[in-house]
């Protein structure tokens, strides 16, 4: 047992380190991945960052938006503003709220166009004088010498063409003022651009002339959603809320371009300023141009404010340049399409992960596995922390998994192998005891077999030679006994020799053809009177009339004795033999049958294994040497017949052996 469960330890602990050794080593090798390509995508992505922020803080852009004046289009990742260095907001620019209405009269210009204006605004307005007024206007006019003075006199006259229900006229000018002065501002500070379709559009429901309709309305009201007229927050307010009024839209939802820069405008003037104010006394704010940050949080949203100083050479003058980064669209246009590579390249997986542990790149509750390194921006601090992951961990589990089952099921294996090898060796080591057993058994059973008759016939032999005055009778006894007995031991030397030259693989057979009939029928009549002799009954069925086939007469007749001596010995009550040799289409089948003891079932296939005996019949008949049968069987196979055996115990024994015929017919031809 000791030699079994050893090289079995063996197997097992052998195993099992180096399974665990490599483990280890493929576990060290994923760690340093995780450290080496986790920092560097930390580094890579502030990297990104920053090349992104230089190029948008870019100074020379900023200039020419200085002069411009109009809306950068609209930029979904950052929005930037330029105060000068009073942190007066130059852009983006929207018109600051100004007092209400003036008349010409309290304005400061002085000229002649003063003059006629404010005769012509006291004849429209006071006096209710249009053609006066209208004159006095058109003097003004061709006074003016700024495009909004000119704007001015021209709405007098639009007004006061209106006034006097000169709608044509009234149209035309209001119809100028929108396509040549749509910028100029009126003393409200309102475009003309917006104000002036107001009018014509009013008009047009006095006239049945077609002025202007609802879609060129909707048209101006879309323009001064995207800004382009830069108002104050009241007058956008006033007149989008007029514009909604009159072309029945109720667009509120969502921001406007112009809105989203009014709110913008707001959140220079309410954080960013201050912020720069505060933090400029400071030592660690970055002058000459180097860039500064800082977060702020407005409401709910919070958000990166990148600026710097910025001197333009010519001008002598400083500014401040800023950039206010929408946080989301730096996760989705720089950060994720970074990552992706960077999973790409390392083979990693990575989170972005807020203070609420939620993985914003993905937007779900954030994951994070035990092994896993969590690294927060060092150069940027952006308010989240990169998460990565070495998903190679879990390939790792599920691996060991599966080769734990591997190992498991091999050792499981070699362990089935062992124990088989362990029941063969112990079926062939008790296989060979029972043959031992039997062998021995085999010498003492023919020792005794050949005793008998031999000191049989010595005896008989004696007697017959020494004692002179016998009587006829006895004599002839004794003869036959010597007869019998020197038979019977030539049988059973026939059987052992034949036996020994079936070991030895050198029994031969001489095949000639014949009556089967014939030598079944004499060597039956040869042990004729001995069956009788021994009070047995004899039914015989000999087909006199059958094909004649190959056989080795000598076999055939010892098949015979031997199936013959086995009835006498194994019957005991009823004593009868039956010999049937009949002949059916090409099969002959001859049968030897007793009403003896009979075997057991579970020894029948026993029965023709050299040697063997049947246990619980051998108190019947002592005699024999176990190897009857197993001749008879070879001899059969020799000729190709076959040979069964059905048996009832204590009922009898039936010995059938079938001879095909087509086996001569074959040879023969
Ligand atoms: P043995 O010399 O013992 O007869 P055999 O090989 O001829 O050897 O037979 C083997 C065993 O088969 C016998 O010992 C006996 O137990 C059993 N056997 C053979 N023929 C018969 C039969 N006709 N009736 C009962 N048992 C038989």
């Avoid at 095909?660 to 017919?665: F, G, R, T, V």
Wanted: hydrophobic share 40%; glycine share 6%.
């Amino acid at each position: 047992m000791a030699a079994f469960m050893l090289p079995l330890l063996f197997v097992v602990v052998v195993s099992i380190d180096t399974f665990s050794k490599r483990q280890k080593t493929t576990r060290n090798l994923l760690e340093s991945n995780l450290w080496l390509s986790g920092r560097s995508a930390l580094n890579q992505l502030e990297v990104q960052f920053i090349e992104q922020e230089s190029k948008e803080l870019n100074d020379k852009y900023f200039s020419e938006l200085l002069k411009a004046n109009c809306l950068k289009q609209n930029d979904t990742i950052a929005d930037i503003f330029i105060t000068d260095q009073n942190f007066q907001v130059l852009y983006p620019k929207t018109t600051e709220d100004k007092n209400s209405y003036l008349l010409t009269t309290n304005r400061g210009w002085k000229s002649d166009y003063k003059e006629y204006m404010s005769r012509a605004e006291t004849d429209e307005l006071t006096n209710r004088n249009f053609s006066n007024a209208l004159k006095n206007y058109q003097t003004s006019r061709g006074l003016a010498q700024t495009a909004q003075q000119e704007a001015l006199a021209i709405e007098g006259l639009a007004r006061s063409h209106l006034a006097s229900q000169n709608y044509r006229q009234s149209i035309q000018y209001y119809k100028l003022l929108k396509n040549k002065y749509g910028q100029t501002e009126n003393l409200g500070g309102t475009p003309y651009g917006i104000s002036a379709p107001l009018q014509l559009f009013a008009i047009g429901k006095l006239t049945p002339e077609k002025v202007f309709g609802q879609d060129s309305l909707l048209f101006i009201y879309q323009m001064m959603k995207d800004g382009h007229w830069l108002i104050s927050s009241s007058s956008y307010f006033f007149f989008k809320a007029e514009y909604e009024s009159i072309i029945k839209i109720n667009n509120l939802s969502t921001e406007s371009k112009f809105e989203r820069t009014l709110h913008f405008e707001q959140f220079i003037h309410g954080f960013v300023i201050p912020a720069i104010k505060e933090r400029s006394g400071f030592s660690e704010f970055n002058k000459n141009g180097e860039t500064n940050r800082i977060y702020i949080q407005d409401g709910d949203g919070q958000y990166l404010v990148s600026f710097k100083e910025m001197l333009v050479p010519n001008e002598n003058k400083l500014y401040y340049i800023g950039i206010r980064w929408n946080l989301d669209a730096i996760i989705t246009k720089i950060i994720t399409p970074k990552l992706t590579g960077l999973t790409e390249e390392t083979g990693l997986k990575f989170l972005l992960v807020n203070g609420n542990n939620k993985n914003l790149l993905t937007n779900e509750d954030a994951r994070i596995p035990e092994e896993s390194l969590s690294l927060p921006f060092s150069n940027i601090s952006f308010p989240w922390s990169l998460v990565a992951i070495q998903p190679g961990y879990e390939k790792l589990e599920s691996d060991a998994k599966v080769q734990m089952i591997i190992y498991g099921l091999l050792v499981v294996f070699i362990i089935i192998l062992m124990f088989f090898g362990v029941f063969v060796l112990l079926r062939d080591i008790s296989r060979e005891t029972d043959s031992m057993l039997l062998q021995t058994e085999f010498v003492h059973n023919v020792s005794h077999e050949l005793k008998t008759p031999l000191s049989l016939i010595r005896l008989y032999g004696e007697t017959l030679l020494l004692k002179e005055n016998l009587s006829e009778t006895v004599r002839k006894e004794g003869l036959q006994i010597i007869t019998k007995e020197s038979e019977r031991l030539s049988f059973m030397i026939n059987n052992i020799l034949d036996f020994s030259k079936i070991e030895m693989g050198r029994k031969e057979f001489d095949m000639k053809p014949g009556n089967l009939s014939e030598i079944v029928l004499n060597t039956l009549d040869s042990y004729r009177y001995h069956f009788i002799k021994k009070g047995f009954t004899i039914e015989e069925e000999i087909d006199p009339d059958i094909p004649m086939v190959l056989f080795d007469k000598n076999a055939v007749e010892g098949i015979l004795i031997n199936l013959f001596s086995n009835a006498i010995k194994f019957s005991t009550d009823t004593k009868k033999l039956v010999v049937k040799l009949i002949y059916m289409t090409n099969v002959i089948c001859l049968e030897v049958a007793d009403k003896g003891i009979g075997i057991p079932p579970d020894e029948l296939p026993d029965i023709f294994k050299r040697f063997y005996r049947v246990k619980s019949t051998a108190d019947y008949n002592a005699s024999g040497s176990g190897l009857g049968l197993t001749i008879v069987k070879h001899a059969i196979e020799a000729h190709g017949w076959n040979i069964e055996v059905k048996s009832t115990p204590g009922q009898g024994t039936v010995f059938s052996i079938t001879i095909p015929i087509e086996n001569y017919k074959e040879e023969l031809i």
